[in-house]
């Protein structure tokens, strides 16, 4: 048996989510200055302390918004599950 570890996120402020996802980097420092980051990219800017994401149109980092962030949850499902109201009024036990 053998174990594939993917440690490249060790030694680089970056890494992609998945084969064809987005790629979060970290640091101080724009990471536009040194790579090419793709549309809705996210940056975590320890300078600062904020979230930033790659607008490929403005070809510069922005505050993410509401419509920019979603869950594979939200992408499969048109809106959220439905709740029950009250209950049946037996206890689990």
């Given amino acids: 048996m053998s174990i594939v570890i993917n440690a490249k996120g060790t030694s680089v402020p970056f890494f992609r989510i998945g084969k064809t996802g987005i790629t979060l980097y970290q640091g101080p420092?724009?990471?536009s200055l040194t790579y090419t980051p793709s549309n809705s990219d996210l940056w975590v800017n320890t300078l600062t302390?904020?979230?930033e994401t790659w607008s490929a149109t403005d070809t510069a980092w922005r505050?993410?918004?509401?419509?920019?962030?979603?869950?594979?949850?939200?992408?499969?499902?048109?809106?959220?599950?439905?709740?029950?109201?009250?209950?049946?009024?037996?206890?689990?036990g």
């Avoid at 505050?63 to 949850?73: C, G, I, N, S």
């Fill in 29 to 31: 420092v724009d990471p």
């Fill in 49 to 51: 302390n904020a979230l």
């Fill in 63 to 92: 505050a993410p918004r509401l419509a920019d962030l979603h869950t594979p949850e939200e992408r499969r499902h048109k809106g959220p599950k439905p709740h029950s109201a009250g209950g049946s009024g037996q206890g689990r």
